[in-house]
């Protein structure tokens, strides 16, 4: 049987003075002399009160938590972004309540759904790759709690929104290995339905273009970019082609590293035969053979980027009532994976 909990009506009864007086002791109020609020701290530490800030809160209208929903955890990129948010928010004394989608809509309605009902004082959210319908951040709006939305983002959501260019990540991407010497690119990525694939397969197409080479649908496949299914792609489809590809881009770098492990079992050369970059430079681009070449995405300063608006507007010293787009910059990190021509760093 669950111990009850210690409140202040209890303090009170044992030291035969007010509530109120209690809870003003608890608070260092000025009108509470030291000896009464020594004996309420003593006595509180010995019954193991713990303060009920939640409610305390609520009488105040905030709660001093946020709400953050992502597609998953299981990412560098993610894990940094989640860092960043943490650092500045915690120092701005907020804390916060996280939860995964999955990449599934009904996930992240429920995960929503907590999150209002907890009432957080502003949410940040990453777009499940399933996500079309948005009308479980309606509530928020209506209600004025400050929606932000990163990386995988809906343009039609008012909200203010950190992302990065990914069109410019994409076209960087391709253009590196054209640059290489490769015409035949295949783009593996995931669902078009988000902005972050479907930009970066616009910058693809376009860099192929600037580079007079006819876009062939032949080359561009779309999966769930899970190990499975990487693996079966390279397997059962690239592997079987007539004509092999000479430059992969891949949008994410742990499917890169599937790729070339199954491409080397198979006696493909990267980068002699295929050259390959990835995207989001995550540590695995530097541990495997060879190293590969991606996009950095700066997750930690994404994260803090985030945080920072949203708190400055908590305490009043911003305004989320214009919504604005924050672009941040990314880098083409070059590594032995996709240099055909030179030398490695």
Not at 152 to 164: F, G, H, Q, W
Not at 231 to 247: A, F, M, Q, S, W
Not at 320 to 328: A, E, K, S
């Amino acid at each position: 049987m669950a111990k009850k909990e210690i409140t202040i009506y209890d303090i009170a009864e044992q030291l035969n003075i007010s509530p109120t007086t209690v809870s003003r002791a608890l608070n260092d109020h000025p009108a509470i002399n030291i000896k009464t609020k020594t004996k309420v701290a003593d006595l509180a530490k010995q019954l193991d009160y713990r303060s009920n800030k939640f409610a305390s809160n609520l009488r105040k209208q905030n709660t001093h938590t946020i709400g953050v929903i992502i597609p998953k955890l299981d990412s560098l990129f993610m894990s940094s972004v989640i860092s960043g948010i943490e650092k500045v928010a915690n120092n701005a004394g907020f804390n916060l309540i996280i939860s995964q989608s999955f990449e599934s809509e009904e996930k992240e309605k429920k995960n929503a759904t907590t999150m209002f009902n907890s009432r957080v004082d502003g949410l940040i959210v990453s777009l499940s790759n399933k996500t079309k319908d948005l009308s479980h951040f309606k509530t928020f709006i209506k209600k004025g709690v400050p929606i932000i939305l990163f990386d995988r983002i809906a343009e039609d959501l008012p909200s203010t929104k950190v992302v990065i260019d990914n069109f410019k990540a994409g076209y960087n991407a391709t253009r590196h290995l054209v640059e290489q010497g490769c015409k035949n690119i295949l783009h593996i990525t995931s669902d078009l339905n988000r902005n972050v694939y479907k930009d970066r397969f616009e910058g693809y197409k376009k860099a192929l273009i600037d580079s007079n080479i006819e876009y062939d649908p032949d080359l561009f496949i779309t999966n769930d970019l899970s190990e499975s299914a990487i693996i079966d792609c390279i397997e059962n489809n690239v592997l079987k082609r007539e004509t092999l590809p000479d430059g992969i881009f891949i949008t994410n770098d742990f499917s890169a590293a599937f790729a070339i492990t199954t491409l080397k079992q198979a006696g493909i050369r990267i980068p002699e035969d295929i050259a390959i970059i990835g995207f989001n430079n995550d540590l695995i681009c530097k541990v495997t053979e060879p190293a590969i070449s991606t996009i950095n995405y700066p997750g930690k300063e994404m994260g803090e980027s985030v945080a920072r608006i949203l708190v400055n507007h908590l305490e009043g010293n911003g305004n989320l009532g214009i919504t604005n787009t924050v672009v941040l910059n990314t880098d083409l990190v070059i590594r032995k994976s996709s240099l055909k021509k030179s030398k490695t760093e």
